[in-house]
């Protein structure tokens, strides 16, 4: 009778072992609540992008030539902006076939190097230095020139006080122009870009 009582039992115990193993695990409740990972970017805020618009590739430059080897243009980014917000200053520079410029700075021999001088108006101050790419070697062990497109950036603040109105600011250009066998005389040209200015918040 004990045998038949201990057999019921170890039968019991495996059956009940059985449906245990079974039954599928439920979900945690609580881990469709949690994150998963880092935060969707969509919810990162990155309020300077959100306040200006996207400064393009390449502004509209007129075409240059042999007789005009260099031609330049300046626009602000955004064009509209609030007091307290920032600006961009970008200054495209398109040579001709051919034909080089000297990058900012020192360079050897007589050749003139590029230069920006900026005038602001009362308010806005430049942020950090001008942003360019790095030039490349000319041809035949020339020193670092720039050729085809090129393209200068400077960062500006307008104070927040700043009372609303269009403003101008003006860049003063350096440059000589140079072909595989000479180079003309140094130039300057003036550009000029607008933005206009709104209350901030």
Known sequence: MSRLLTFLGISFLLATLGVACEKPIEPDKDSAARPTGNLPEAQIKDSEQAKTESVPDQLPVD???????????AA???????AGESLTFVVQIKTASRWH????????GTEMPT???LQLPSGVEAVGDWIYPAPHPGASGQGPIYEGS????????????KVSRPINVTCELGYQACDPFSCRPPETVVLKATAEIVPGP
């Open 101 to 108: 410029i000297y990058p900012t700075g020192a360079v050897s």
């Open 63 to 73: 075409e240059p030539n042999e007789n005009h080897p260099v031609s330049s243009a």
């Open 150 to 161: 090129v393209k200068f950036i400077r960062r500006l603040a307008i104070n927040r006080q």
């Open 76 to 82: 602000l980014f955004p064009t509209r902006a609030r």
């Open 115 to 117: 230069t920006l001088k």
